[in-house]
């Protein structure tokens, strides 16, 4: 099997899974950590501990993190919960139209019940038009939500100039920023950054679903949205999972080992399809300044699910996000918004590696490519 | 005791003549079999009556509650010949035991329809030895029902349901019946290919004819990678639906990757629908004679698409003698979706796996084709070689 998408979902890590499988077989570990005899202590100790090691991972404390089910929560509780409670922070947000639907929705629903929501426009290399966010940011300007990888093409957020802008336009506007693509593949330091609010998702570094994480900074107020017995500060109620969170730490440290050489690793991979793909019609869409770890590619001649039936034939996956039907043929928003052409969009496959492909897969890829070519085909 | 028996009304079937026992023993079978995982069950006839209850000294945990007895009833009106069916109390006694059980009938069918208020009663004496007459039982148990039920009112003339007393050689009661598909059973009248595509279509042209008695047999053309295995699952869960009221069914599913490309490469363009229309009929034919069918079904409805038009269905229909059933030829698509809907297909059938092949629809196809473009087209395919692949490359699912 070659798994050439990492982006819709990673393996756990065998690590993890080790974790895991005796952490629930653990006779002191299955404690409620609220409960206060000794076994409820014992499991509090251990999860407070998973939280420290993700934290240091972020250069925040453990204070500012929360766990939460998947980052689509995540989400949801920061930008809502953030407008929510700082109503008098302004009732504007500017955000892109390349967000991830977790982002999208909560946006458009703000947006009906009254919030203005300002989407910059994004050009061909995937990034927002920063001129246009100097002149939008204004003294309603409540928060800014953007994404730091996306995870369609891979386009990296120019988030220092970003914070720059931001810092000295109105520094009571705060940013929310979408970690999900870029963790466990690039160094975060929220502490440096200065930004307010991000979200992770565990199983996209090797860890598990159900599993996500909010950064709220310390000092920022935010309304909860799951109300309960107010575990984690009151901020997300609910029992706390012992085995997620340690195995969210452990997947979390072990991507953080050799980082930078992971990421060159992909890199190569990442040129030599581009190399190889352009000789083989196909066209690159991923941005060239774009994250390796993703590449979007459109193939002359397929439609993106052919070529994703096609793959899977030999037992290769990859990711359309076009979905196709006889009667409306939908483009990818991320593409659309790009200004990609419509034609292009509709064969756009998504390929997205992590640090365990290696340069025989994407060898064979090519191989496989080929004989697509010959096989399916139509001229 | 609760309600322990159904009452099935037959339709079209006591209009037969000599032949009646033969439809009416299609029927009984078709019903024991569609009710095969209720328990065991004693299906008789009385009269232009079909009754199911629980075979006598045996346990039958389905009529024990209202749910599960529902669950029967519904099952019953799905097959082809019944026009309406209810949930009825049978007992032996008089008139005490008919007004008893009538109050117990009443609390247990005003949980499930709680905002029926008006009535009126009807009584049927098939027992000429009961010592009160029809309209005596009726005016007896309609004002003990108004007795016990406060929120009941008569209403002869627009009551919310009517509320039945019949005796025969046993009591029963009952109140309000649920409509069947009318129809005649399946098995009667051969057996049919349907050409399944996934669509909304061709299931309810399955349906259509197996409500003519017809049994089918389906064949679905599958273009892996072209359409993903995803939509292969849906033809199979729409094959399902349709079994519910035809009975078991066998799928055939033809590889036709190979067939479709080299009709890609080798035909023309604007031609291309029309021509693998001809070549599916083709192999379909053959496939239905193998099996002992009697005519092709498809869910073809006039004008609807380009391979739809009347010259295209002409040169489509020329290349098979077997009939060729096309129950939606004069339904639009509303009609169509209406009766989708009705049988529970509709849901599956918009999944959006259909037809990810549009790359082998052409921009612009002829709609009005004539001899010249179809020679034209066929020219450099070796149709006959084409047909026999389809045939040895299939997958027979039963259903």
Same mark, same amino acid.
């Given at each position: 099997?070659?798994?050439?998408?990492?982006?819709?979902?990673?393996?756990?890590?065998?690590?993890?899974?080790?974790?895991?499988?005796?952490?629930?077989?653990?006779?002191?570990?299955?404690?409620?950590?609220?409960?206060?005899?000794?076994?409820?202590?014992?499991?509090?100790?251990?999860?407070?501990?998973?939280?420290?090691?993700?934290?240091?991972?972020?250069?925040?404390?453990?204070?500012?993190?929360?766990?939460?089910?998947?980052?689509?929560?995540?989400?949801?509780?920061?930008?809502?919960?953030?407008?929510?409670?700082?109503?008098?922070?302004?009732?504007?947000?500017?955000?892109?139209?390349?967000?991830?639907?977790?982002?999208?929705?909560?946006?458009?629903?703000?947006?009906?019940?009254?919030?203005?929501?300002?989407?910059?426009?994004?050009?061909?290399?995937?990034?927002?038009?920063?001129?246009?966010?100097?002149?939008?940011?204004?003294?309603?300007?409540?928060?800014?939500?953007?994404?730091?990888?996306?995870?369609?093409?891979?386009?990296?957020?120019?988030?220092?100039?970003?914070?720059?802008?931001?810092?000295?336009?109105?520094?009571?506007?705060?940013?929310?920023?979408?970690?999900?693509?870029?963790?466990?593949?690039? %160094?975060?330091?929220?502490?440096?950054?200065?930004?307010?609010?991000?979200?992770?998702?565990?199983?996209?570094?090797?860890?598990?679903?159900?599993?996500?994480?909010?950064?709220?900074?310390?000092?920022?107020?935010?309304?909860?949205?799951?109300?309960?017995?107010?575990?984690?500060?009151?901020?997300?109620?609910?029992?706390?999972?012992?085995?997620?969170?340690?195995?969210?730490?452990?997947?979390?440290?072990?991507?953080?080992?050799?980082?930078?050489?992971?990421? %060159?690793?992909?890199?190569?991979?990442?040129?030599?399809?581009?190399?190889?793909?352009?000789?083989? %019609?196909?066209?690159?869409?991923?941005?060239?300044?774009?994250?390796?770890?993703?590449?979007?590619?459109?193939?002359?001649?397929?439609?993106?699910?052919?070529?994703?039936?096609?793959?899977?034939?030999?037992?290769?996956?990859?990711?359309?996000?076009?979905?196709?039907?006889?009667?409306? %043929?939908?483009?990818?928003?991320?593409?659309?918004?790009?200004?990609?052409?419509?034609?292009?969009?509709?064969?756009?496959?998504?390929?997205?590696?992590?640090?365990?492909?290696?340069?025989?897969?994407?060898?064979?890829?090519?191989?496989?490519?080929?004989?697509?070519?010959?096989?399916?085909?139509?001229? | 005791?609760?309600?322990?028996?159904?009452?099935?009304?037959?339709?079209?079937?006591?209009?037969?003549?000599?032949?009646?026992?033969?439809?009416?023993?299609?029927?009984?079978?078709?019903?024991?079999?569609?009710?095969?995982?209720?328990?065991?069950?004693?299906?008789?006839?009385?009269?232009?009556?079909?009754?199911?209850?629980?075979?006598?000294?045996?346990?039958?945990?389905?009529?024990?509650?209202?749910?599960?007895?529902?669950?029967?009833?519904?099952?019953?009106?799905?097959?082809?010949?019944?026009?309406?069916?209810?949930?009825?109390?049978?007992?032996?006694?008089?008139?005490?035991?008919?007004?008893?059980?009538?109050?117990?009938?009443?609390?247990?069918?005003?949980?499930?329809?709680?905002?029926?208020?008006?009535?009126?009663?009807?009584?049927?004496?098939?027992?000429?030895?009961?010592?009160?007459?029809?309209?005596?039982?009726?005016?007896?148990?309609?004002?003990?029902?108004?007795?016990?039920?406060?929120?009941?009112?008569?209403?002869?003339?627009?009551?919310?349901?009517?509320?039945?007393?019949?005796?025969?050689?046993?009591?029963?009661?009952?109140?309000?019946?649920?409509?069947?598909?009318?129809?005649?059973?399946?098995?009667?009248?051969?057996?049919?290919?349907?050409?399944?595509?996934?669509?909304?279509?061709?299931?309810?042209?399955?349906?259509?004819?197996?409500?003519?008695?017809?049994?089918?047999?389906?064949?679905?053309?599958?273009?892996?990678?072209?359409?993903?295995?995803?939509?292969?699952?849906?033809?199979?869960?729409?094959?399902?639906?349709?079994?519910?009221?035809?009975?078991?069914?066998?799928?055939?599913?033809?590889?036709?990757?190979?067939?479709?490309?080299?009709?890609?490469?080798?035909?023309?363009?604007?031609?291309?629908?029309?021509?693998?229309?001809?070549?599916?009929?083709?192999?379909?034919?053959?496939?239905?004679?193998?099996?002992?069918?009697?005519?092709?079904?498809?869910?073809?409805?006039?004008?609807?698409?380009?391979?739809?038009?009347?010259?295209?269905?002409?040169?489509?229909?020329?290349?098979?003698?077997?009939?060729?059933?096309?129950?939606?030829?004069?339904? =639009?698509?509303?009609?169509?979706?209406?009766?989708?809907?009705?049988?529970?297909?509709?849901?599956?059938?918009?999944?959006?796996?259909? =037809?990810?092949?549009?790359?082998?629809?052409?921009?612009?196809?002829?709609?009005?084709?004539?001899?010249?473009?179809?020679?034209?087209?066929?020219?450099?395919?070796?149709?006959?070689?084409?047909?026999? =692949?389809?045939?040895?490359?299939?997958?027979?699912?039963?259903?």
């Amino acid at each position: 099997m070659i798994y050439f998408d990492n982006s819709a979902t990673t393996k756990p890590l065998d690590e993890v899974v080790k974790l895991v499988s005796e952490d629930l077989q653990n006779d002191e570990l299955w404690g409620n950590p609220g409960s206060l005899h000794e076994l409820g202590t014992s499991a509090y100790k251990a999860y407070i501990k998973a939280k420290e090691d993700i934290a240091s991972c972020f250069s925040i404390r453990e204070q500012e993190l929360v766990f939460t089910s998947c980052a689509t929560e995540s989400a949801n509780t920061a930008i809502n919960g953030f407008l929510k409670r700082n109503r008098r922070n302004g009732r504007t947000i500017i955000s892109t139209k390349t967000e991830h639907r977790a982002t999208l929705s909560v946006l458009e629903k703000l947006s009906d019940e009254g919030f203005n929501v300002i989407y910059l426009n994004v050009g061909p290399d995937g990034k927002p038009d920063l001129e246009q966010l100097e002149s939008s940011i204004d003294g309603d300007t409540s928060l800014l939500c953007f994404t730091h990888v996306n995870n369609e093409t891979g386009a990296i957020l120019p988030l220092k100039e970003i914070i720059d802008i931001r810092n000295s336009k109105n520094r009571n506007t705060a940013i929310y920023i979408d970690f999900v693509q870029s963790a466990g593949k690039l %160094k975060i330091d929220l502490r440096e950054l200065g930004i307010e609010l991000a979200s992770f998702s565990a199983h996209k570094f090797h860890g598990l679903k159900g599993s996500g994480l909010l950064y709220i900074k310390n000092g920022v107020r935010i309304d909860p949205f799951i109300l309960g017995g107010g575990q984690q500060n009151g901020m997300r109620s609910g029992t706390e999972s012992l085995y997620l969170s340690r195995s969210t730490a452990l997947a979390l440290k072990l991507s953080q080992t050799d980082i930078d050489e992971h990421i %060159k690793t992909v890199s190569e991979i990442n040129s030599y399809l581009r190399s190889e793909l352009v000789k083989r %019609k196909a066209t690159i869409l991923s941005p060239e300044d774009a994250l390796p770890y993703v590449l979007n590619v459109s193939f002359e001649g397929f439609e993106s699910e052919t070529m994703l039936h096609c793959l899977e034939r030999y037992n290769i996956y990859v990711s359309t996000i076009s979905a196709c039907s006889s009667k409306t %043929k939908k483009i990818s928003y991320v593409l659309e918004a790009m200004g990609v052409d419509r034609k292009l969009a509709t064969n756009a496959v998504r390929l997205s590696f992590s640090r365990f492909n290696t340069m025989d897969e994407a060898k064979t890829f090519i191989e496989k490519i080929d004989e697509i070519y010959q096989l399916f085909a139509l001229r | 005791m609760s309600n322990n028996v159904i009452l099935a009304r037959m339709g079209e079937v006591t209009l037969k003549g000599l032949n009646r026992g033969n439809f009416e023993s299609k029927l009984k079978n078709n019903l024991k079999y569609r009710l095969k995982n209720f328990g065991k069950l004693n299906i008789y006839q009385s009269q232009s009556r079909i009754w199911i209850e629980p075979v006598e000294g045996e346990e039958n945990p389905y009529f024990k509650n209202e749910e599960t007895a529902t669950e029967i009833l519904n099952a019953v009106v799905q097959v082809f010949g019944i026009v309406s069916a209810s949930l009825a109390r049978k007992f032996e006694g008089g008139i005490d035991e008919i007004r008893q059980n009538a109050v117990e009938y009443m609390k247990e069918y005003l949980k499930i329809y709680p905002d029926h208020h008006t009535f009126k009663v009807e009584s049927k004496r098939g027992n000429k030895h009961f010592p009160m007459t029809s309209p005596e039982i009726s005016n007896e148990i309609g004002g003990y029902l108004l007795e016990n039920f406060d929120c009941l009112k008569v209403d002869v003339n627009k009551p919310d349901f009517i509320f039945n007393v019949e005796v025969r050689d046993y009591c029963y009661v009952y109140a309000g019946k649920i409509m069947g598909h009318r129809g005649l059973p399946v098995g009667t009248a051969g057996k049919g290919m349907l050409l399944l595509s996934g669509g909304i279509d061709s299931p309810v042209a399955g349906y259509m004819m197996a409500s003519r008695g017809m049994m089918l047999e389906a064949v679905y053309f599958h273009s892996f990678p072209y359409t993903s295995d995803r939509a292969k699952d849906k033809v199979v869960d729409l094959a399902k639906i349709v079994s519910r009221f035809s009975g078991r069914m066998k799928l055939h599913v033809v590889n036709f990757t190979q067939i479709q490309l080299d009709m890609y490469k080798n035909s023309r363009q604007d031609m291309l629908t029309v021509t693998m229309r001809r070549v599916m009929l083709q192999i379909a034919e053959k496939l239905a004679l193998q099996n002992g069918c009697g005519c092709l079904i498809t869910g073809e409805s006039l004008g609807q698409v380009a391979s739809q038009t009347l010259e295209a269905i002409q040169f489509t229909n020329e290349v098979v003698d077997l009939p060729i059933f096309r129950p939606l030829i004069g339904l =639009d698509k509303e009609a169509t979706c209406e009766i989708s809907r009705k049988i529970g297909a509709f849901e599956t059938s918009i999944l959006p796996y259909e =037809d990810c092949c549009t790359v082998f629809v052409a921009k612009h196809p002829k709609t009005h084709p004539n001899r010249d473009d179809i020679i034209e087209a066929e020219q450099n395919l070796d149709i006959a070689k084409m047909v026999e =692949d389809g045939l040895n490359g299939i997958e027979t699912i039963i259903i």
